[in-house]
């Protein structure tokens, strides 16, 4: 890029390069015109409409926008637009198979190292899974910590949660601790010695624990406080979570279970986002009154377990309707790339589409603390985007261009080179 | 496959006579005496019988929808007439009998019921708690002699979701932590106390096998064999050469005259020796491309056929080999990187197996996806279109009907919408292959079995009556 093709810009499309003081060697300018825009932010829907990203960062928007004339062009064709997709509560960058191969870095069964647990430290941006869940649309994900399934063996915290990018590159991470990872319910009853009392009051002497730690770090050190539940590194790592800092992701389906959880966090003043919440319907209003997000697969319909009798199809419309800030989930690390198919069996189940949208992009930016820059398609954003070939959410659709900071991302992936060398001979002979 | 030998009881007063006529008079002549028939293995195929009887039902004119049959053919503004629970007609313009219950289906589309090939509702049931886990008999790589319809729990609620869903006959299978995971079963998608009720009439039997990771993971834990994929197959050409062995003692015993004491029977083996004579449908549960084949080797030394590889995540690497051997491919389309042997998935399998000629079908082996069978073939079709194969609707929804249907053995009776079958139908809210289809009515043998705005249809399973559930799921 040369600098005076830039400034010649400044001085036409003043109001586009106000922004922009002294322009860099080496800018990069992308313009998606011809588009069908859902920004999610203030530009609203946009019929028919453009945007301009400089840097990697949008700097217009809207139905009538001047194109730089530096601006690599890309011609929607009349496509829909939306914001690059997060997939919250992933393990993508964390392993690669699931079963029986290398070890994965989701989980541990460290009792002195569970609350300080943190993925940021194992992520993989090399990882297999990331092209194929990015061809889903996914741009931006939340990387969250899992238990190993040991039972009693676990340990009450799962860890701390990360934000990652799938931008194809070395560096995955974009901001680490976003959140402390909790199971409560049956799970987190069996971490606690095998009832959900036990639990509760593991967490409330914990808290009290933290809270003491952090008023008195340095008689800790000298050995004149009592005898804290946990290590230092997970009360240090909890600290946050006492203050009201770092949200608390609670793993939790009854709906008994989520009112005891809203109680402890109203009592403690801790932040809380509900994931999994099977019936969470039945308590909505008492979820929206608290402004308790809730993170959900939509398609869990079936009464998988006692603390889940109560499952819907239903349980994502019936949220958003009560006013729940509703993130909708993928099925999980190499299957996230059905996300957008979830958010369509929302909406199939009576959640309003925009509502669904809103639940795969700027809902999680919200919830994660990233909507200043993430989530949404407005001025100052990065620009994360997906032009489609159709609804998002339909199977008979697929992403014809990714960006992700405004780079356009490789249509590629193992899976796709996998297919390319088996092509059906009836199908190579007329390539 | 051996051919089938005469194992009727009722022929023995014939075999005696003719053991007599060639027996010297002076010899002490030995009687045949017929068996308990509990004791000789082909006397009672069938000893836990169907006792499903489809409900009378109402002639029905489904008028205007787009009909997609099963047998490659969409037909649009077509009309299928439903009588005694069949189909009795299905085309363009036919004229409505009189005294039919007519459905103006106009902008809605009518498939043949979802079948889907791989299932474990009520032996893997919900809740998931372990006294409802009844899926795998993991005590050793062998255990042929169960049966996945006495573990199958007609209760579970999943059966009720799965019908709402357009789902009316499915495979149950055993689990695959064996070698020999035990027969399966087909099964309509009725309501029914008891597992007898819920039985596909004449359906065969099936036999879950697996190669491949599973069983190595399982039995290294224990200490035992397999521990490798080489003892894998070592240990299934040493249970087919028992297997054949049965046979021809049985097939001496019975060709002797029945003298002397008669091999004894063996549940395991009786199994086997189903598959060996053809009664008995292999479901192979296996991954790679370089395993399948070598379980296609086993077969052909030992004389029977594979009916269908399940899960067969790299089929589309032997696509032509398997569509020449007659092979159904049931797969998935999203589902990859579970295990290592899962890690070359490809959305397009399915469309590569079509465009090979074979039979391609699209499974669950899930309790949710089982629900939206018919999205997970739509991904399939698109990945499938996006490669350069041809594809249509008519063609793709063959993968969850006539092709399961032709992999159960259970064509001949359901799975296209063709005059003469069984009345298992669905008319869907719209396109089937969209993500926001629904099933809006759901006919099993000619009897309605779901409608959305029925409540009767809802929570029909016992388990859920008085329980904290929502009235619509």
Not at chain 1, 376 to 403: C, Y
């Amino acid at each position: 890029m040369i600098a005076g093709r830039v400034s010649l810009l400044c001085s036409v499309f003043a109001v586009a390069c106000a922004c922009i003081s002294t322009p860099a060697a080496g800018e990069d300018v992308v313009a998606v015109i011809n588009a069908h825009i859902h920004s999610m932010g203030n530009a609203g829907e946009i019929a028919k409409g453009a945007l301009v990203a400089r840097d990697g960062r949008i700097v217009d928007i809207g139905a009538s926008v001047a194109i730089p004339s530096d601006a690599r062009v890309i011609d929607a064709g009349g496509k829909i637009v939306t914001p690059g997709f997060i997939a919250a509560d992933t393990s993508i960058g964390l392993m690669e198979i699931r079963l029986s191969a290398d070890p994965a870095d989701n989980a541990t069964q460290s009792q002195t190292i569970s609350a300080a647990f943190d993925v940021s430290y194992g992520l993989n941006p090399q990882s297999v899974v990331i092209p194929v869940d990015r061809l889903g649309g996914i741009t931006t994900a939340v990387v969250v910590p899992s238990y190993s399934g040991g039972g009693d063996k676990d340990p009450l915290f799962a860890g701390q949660a990360a934000l990652v990018t799938l931008a194809h590159g070395h560096q995955m991470l974009l901001e680490p601790r976003v959140a402390m990872v909790l199971a409560m319910g049956e799970e987190g009853a069996e971490h606690a010695g095998g009832s959900r009392g036990a639990e509760a009051a593991a967490l409330r002497a914990i808290l009290a624990d933290v809270r003491d730690y952090a008023r008195r770090r340095l008689e800790y050190d000298q050995g004149k406080t009592r005898h804290y539940l946990l290590s230092r590194a997970d009360l240090e790592a909890l600290v946050p979570v006492a203050e009201g800092r770092m949200p608390l992701l609670v793993w939790v389906r009854r709906a008994s279970d989520i009112l005891d959880v809203l109680s402890l966090a109203r009592q403690e003043h801790l932040r809380l986002i509900l994931d999994g919440a099977s019936e969470a319907w039945r308590v909505a209003d008492q979820i929206a009154a608290a402004h308790v997000p809730v993170l959900l697969t939509p398609i869990e319909n079936t009464p998988a377990s006692f603390e889940a009798l109560g499952s819907t199809l239903e349980n994502a419309a019936l949220l958003a309707k009560a006013g729940v800030t509703v993130v909708i989930k993928g099925n999980g690390t190499h299957r996230d790339r059905e996300l957008r198919y979830n958010a369509g069996n929302a909406v199939a189940a009576g959640m309003p589409y925009s509502a669904a949208l809103a639940a795969v992009t700027i809902n999680p930016a919200r919830v994660f603390g990233i909507v200043d820059h993430s989530g949404s398609l407005d001025r100052g954003k990065d620009a994360d985007l997906v032009i489609w070939d159709g609804d998002p959410f339909e199977p008979s659709t697929r992403p014809v261009a990714v960006l992700i900071g405004g780079r356009e991302q490789p249509m590629t992936s193992r899976a796709t080179a996998l297919r390319d060398r088996y092509l059906p001979v009836t199908v190579s002979a007329t390539h | 496959m051996r051919s089938l030998p005469i194992r009727l009881g009722i022929l023995f007063t014939a075999a005696a006579l003719t053991a007599c006529a060639s027996t010297p008079a002076s010899q002490p002549v030995a009687t045949p005496v017929a068996l308990r028939s509990a004791l000789d293995p082909s006397i009672d195929l069938d000893p836990f019988p169907s006792t499903y009887r489809p409900a009378p039902s109402a002639s029905v004119a489904i008028v205007g929808a787009t009909l997609l049959t099963g047998t490659g053919t969409e037909i649009h503004e077509g009309t299928l007439l439903m009588r005694n629970g069949r189909i009795e007609a299905v085309g363009q313009g036919l004229a409505v009998p009189p005294g039919y219950e007519t459905i103006d289906a106009h902008g809605r589309w009518l498939t043949p019921g979802i079948i889907d090939a791989h299932s474990h509702l009520g032996v893997a049931a919900s809740p998931g708690v372990s006294s409802l886990d009844d899926t795998n008999e993991m005590s050793d790589p062998n255990t042929a002699e169960v049966w996945a319809e006495h573990s199958l729990w007609p209760q579970d609620p999943k059966f009720d979701l799965a019908r709402a869903a357009g789902v009316t006959a499915m495979m149950i299978l055993p689990g695959s932590a064996n070698l020999f995971g035990g027969r399966t079963v087909v099964i309509k998608n009725v309501p029914s106390t008891t597992m007898q009720g819920m039985k596909f009439p004449g359906a065969p039997y099936g036999l879950k096998m697996a190669c491949g990771e599973n069983p190595k993971r399982v039995y290294r834990a224990k200490g035992r064999a397999p521990q490798t994929r080489m003892a894998e197959i070592a240990a299934f050409r040493r249970a087919w050469l028992e297997a054949s062995d049965y046979a021809r003692r049985w097939d001496a015993w019975r060709e002797g005259g029945h003298k002397g004491d008669p091999p004894k029977r063996d549940l395991r083996l009786d199994t086997l020796l189903g598959v060996l004579d053809g009664q008995i449908l292999v479901q192979n549960h296996c991954y790679r491309a370089d395993e399948m084949a070598t379980m296609l080797d086993v077969a052909r030394e030992f004389g029977f056929h594979v009916t269908a590889f399940h899960h067969a995540i790299e089929a589309y690497k032997i696509a032509p080999l398997l569509a020449r051997e007659k092979v159904c491919v049931a797969t998935w389309a999203s589902s990859w990187g579970s295990k290592l042997e899962a890690f070359d998935g490809i959305e397009e399998n399915a469309a590569f197996i079509q465009a090979a000629g074979g039979c391609a079908v699209i499974h669950s082996d899930d309790g949710l996806l089982i629900q939206r069978l018919n999205q997970e073939a739509a991904i399939a079709l698109t990945a499938g279109r996006h490669a350069g194969v041809n594809i249509s609707e008519a063609d793709a929804i063959e993968w969850l009907t006539a092709n399961p249907a032709r992999m159960l053995g259970i064509l001949d009776q359901t799975g296209t919408l063709e005059s003469g079958k069984m009345a298992d139908v669905v008319l869907w809210s719209a396109d089937p292959f969209s993500v926001y289809a629904h099933a809006d009515k759901v006919w099993i043998d000619g009897v309605l079995s779901w409608d959305p705005a029925d409540p009767r249809f809802r929570h029909q399973s016992d388990f859920e009556l008085g329980l904290p559930v929502r009235a619509s799921r």
